[in-house]
């Protein structure tokens, strides 16, 4: 690990660990203004499961099941969002066209550990990228369920950003493991949950983060729920 | 849940996930001045898993595998600890004699949700008690071998305090799942990792916690660890 990889002493944030929301936990009125309490940069979604969400630079991004892409305020409510201020220790460009499974190679390839949390935010081109959004819930049913019915959206020749995490495999509970990345074009016109993408020309800045604040919420919901189940499965369906 | 049981705003800190532990690693050289940063409340063990650690009001206790009780300052260095600043929320008493069974039974009567931490100190004099302590390491083997040469210790009419937590089952590469309770004499002449107890009067305090800090270590036993191996069954077999 070089001398500028040093981790930032920003934690990474839950409010909720992950397995609530694939549990069905949809509704947590936690309003972002609690969430920018701790972090500029980050993704997740808003209560009822209403579209996904990406921050950047402490702005509000809300990508609907419609496709279109709404900035929100402070006021939006959420069950669960993944954030961090963020302070990248490295940067790194991949010039050449590259399918998905060389793009994920290539950013595997900037982590030097697959036991602590990364921030990835990636500006540039892609020929292809293929993204989803959730639509919202009026009922609660598992996410994987809502997952099946997802509208998925595709563009070619887009400029964007992608911003999300890396997560150890053993916290699988607490946030989606591996790579998560939702992506905001730069004329903010779409965005979404990342499924698939071939790149162009990108750079990637990474932030090494070595802790994890949790939030545990204290609805009737939450603090009833039979996690019992093995969500790992649900999980990888309901996100890849 | 009753008003007076809101969860304090101190959360459960752990300097290490305990997965790292149970792969055997024993040394992180985190001084116990940094854990108290944290916490004044707690249990964990020593670098070199040398010994059981018991924090009671401030004050660190190290039970080492021939059985004695050793105060430590906070030079002292660890690889994994648990603790927060105590505040009970609830206090309850089990005043008739009790079998390992009832008394555990009623422990998690006190504590109405799964699905968030809570930290447990009990006051109280025991008809028999077991605990074991674990052995010095100057090589690397995993948690359960080592667990398989513990010493027990058993005492019978002994009064003391039980101190740890409670920890939802989905957090179980994190901390040790369920109760998991580190015992230390009135006398100071004795303590260790409560197997098993036969509770005469006790008196327990209850504090509520709904969130978690989590510190990952950034040493190269811990960067270059392999954790694919499900630990599930090894932490079992190394607790109880």
Not at 186 to 198: A, K, V, Y
Request: proline letters at 6%; one cysteine or more.
């Amino acid at each position: 690990m070089n001398k500028n990889a040093t981790p930032h002493k920003s934690p990474l944030y839950l409010c909720a660990p992950v397995n609530a929301l694939v549990e069905g936990v949809y509704e947590e009125r936690i309003p972002y203004s609690k969430i920018k309490e701790h972090g500029d940069f980050g993704l997740g979604t808003f209560d009822n499961l209403d579209g996904e969400m990406v921050m950047l630079d402490g702005n509000i991004f809300q990508i609907t099941s419609d496709g279109r892409v709404h900035q929100r305020d402070e006021t939006s409510e959420t069950p669960f969002a993944c954030v961090t201020f963020y302070h990248p220790a490295t940067h790194d460009e991949l010039k050449k066209k590259s399918s998905y499974e060389e793009f994920t190679t290539w950013l595997e390839s900037l982590l030097p550990s697959p036991n602590i949390f990364y921030a990835i935010r990636i500006e540039g081109t892609y020929s292809y990228i293929r993204v989803r959004s959730v639509p919202k819930q009026d009922s609660y049913k598992p996410l994987v369920e809502v997952a099946k019915e997802q509208p998925v959206f595709e563009f070619t020749n887009i400029k964007g950003t992608l911003a999300g995490f890396y997560t150890p495999a053993f916290m699988s509970s607490l946030n989606v493991p591996g790579l998560h990345l939702h992506f905001l074009s730069s004329d903010f016109q779409s965005g979404g949950h990342l499924l698939e993408c071939r790149s162009e020309n990108v750079r990637a800045g990474v932030q090494f983060i070595n802790s994890l604040e949790l939030s545990l919420p204290m609805s009737l919901d939450y603090l009833t729920l039979d996690f019992q189940r093995d969500i790992e499965d649900d999980l990888d369906k309901a996100e890849k």
